[in-house]
């Protein structure tokens, strides 16, 4: 119960939390003062928010794209050629000595670089767009590659793809690379969710991929102890971006023929 008070208090902290707080109190005050309809539109606002926030129903929607590649009811892959990594895991900062931060789907990374060790596979694709310094752009797998070989670690042959500005240039590149190199099986890692639009990409070109989520970022919401909360948070509001933006993607995907 004190756990749970702590969680609604630092809730209301947030941008999210006072925003619902705020509706809900000049809801209350057009009430008290007759004004029933002047009510009516802070009140709906409030509770799409909380509907948002406040509810498991975005952890449901994203859970949905990623329950086909989720690993506990799916084998890890055990032989590989080759792992291709998908980037957005990090962006360029001067203020660190690997020059790089790592966001949320940083766990790609790791992932990418265990089935690189636990497949046998020899090579390590590396997706990513740019950054910028001093007005000249570079790829951004450069940063994963410098610290891959200064660490030592067991990726086989790195190969970066350059800047490529969307999913669909990794995969076109990755897939030349592939038939190049006469791999016959490769490792698709990202995250869960974006997995199915990835996958298909690879599929519509003419290649069968091996799919490994790094996040579940949906399936690991579905926590029963934190499914509904009082005050909402910004958290759900996480979930649904992503959400939409697959969704988003895929449509548009669909409308190009790329998938």
Same mark, same amino acid.
């Given at each position: 119960?004190?756990?749970?008070?702590?969680?609604?208090?630092?809730?209301?902290?947030?941008?999210?939390?006072?925003? !619902?707080?705020?509706?809900?109190?000049?809801?209350?005050?057009?009430?008290?003062?007759?004004?029933?309809? &002047? &009510?009516?539109?802070?009140?709906?606002?409030?509770?799409?928010?909380? #509907?948002?926030?406040?509810?498991?129903?975005?952890?449901?929607?994203?859970? =949905?794209?990623? $329950?086909?590649?989720?690993?506990?009811?799916?084998?890890?892959?055990? *032989?590989? +050629?080759?792992? #291709?990594?998908? %980037?957005?895991?990090? @962006?360029?900062?001067?203020? @660190?000595?690997?020059?790089?931060?790592?966001?949320?789907? &940083?766990?790609? /990374?790791?992932?990418?670089?265990?089935?690189?060790?636990?497949?046998?596979?020899?090579?390590?694709?590396?997706?990513?767009?740019?950054?910028?310094?001093?007005?000249?752009?570079?790829?951004?797998? =450069?940063?994963?590659?410098?610290?891959?070989?200064? !660490?030592?670690?067991?990726?086989?042959?790195?190969?970066?793809?350059?800047?490529?500005?969307?999913?669909? #240039?990794?995969?076109?590149?990755? /897939? $030349?690379?592939?038939?190049?190199?006469?791999?016959?099986?490769?490792?698709? #890692?990202?995250?869960?969710?974006?997995?199915? *639009?990835?996958?298909?990409?690879? *599929?519509?070109?003419?290649?069968?991929?091996?799919?490994? %989520?790094?996040?579940?970022?949906?399936?690991?919401?579905? +926590?029963?102890? +934190?499914? !509904?909360?009082?005050?909402? @948070?910004?958290?759900?509001?996480?979930?649904?971006?992503?959400?939409?933006? =697959?969704?988003?993607?895929?449509?548009?995907?669909?409308?190009?023929?790329?998938?």
């Amino acid at each position: 119960m004190q756990e749970s008070i702590q969680h609604s208090l630092d809730a209301l902290l947030q941008p999210i939390g006072l925003l !619902w707080l705020t509706l809900w109190i000049a809801a209350v005050v057009q009430l008290i003062r007759g004004r029933i309809l &002047a &009510a009516f539109f802070p009140a709906l606002l409030a509770v799409f928010i909380h #509907v948002i926030g406040g509810t498991n129903i975005p952890a449901r929607l994203l859970a =949905e794209l990623e $329950r086909p590649y989720d690993p506990l009811t799916r084998p890890w892959p055990t *032989r590989a +050629d080759a792992v #291709v990594m998908l %980037g957005g895991t990090h @962006s360029y900062t001067a203020r @660190s000595p690997l020059h790089f931060g790592v966001g949320e789907a &940083a766990d790609r /990374i790791l992932l990418a670089i265990e089935l690189s060790k636990s497949t046998g596979a020899n090579a390590l694709v590396l997706g990513g767009n740019f950054y910028e310094v001093s007005e000249v752009r570079r790829p951004d797998s =450069e940063m994963l590659t410098e610290w891959i070989k200064a !660490w030592h670690l067991p990726a086989g042959t790195v190969y970066p793809l350059g800047m490529c500005s969307d999913t669909r #240039v990794e995969s076109e590149r990755a /897939i $030349r690379l592939a038939r190049e190199k006469k791999w016959t099986k490769v490792v698709l #890692v990202t995250s869960g969710y974006h997995l199915r *639009r990835a996958e298909a990409l690879f *599929r519509k070109q003419g290649m069968t991929v091996i799919p490994a %989520g790094a996040e579940f970022l949906g399936l690991d919401s579905l +926590d029963p102890k +934190d499914s !509904w909360r009082v005050v909402p @948070s910004v958290r759900g509001f996480e979930l649904m971006r992503f959400w939409m933006h =697959e969704q988003v993607g895929l449509i548009y995907y669909r409308l190009r023929g790329w998938i």
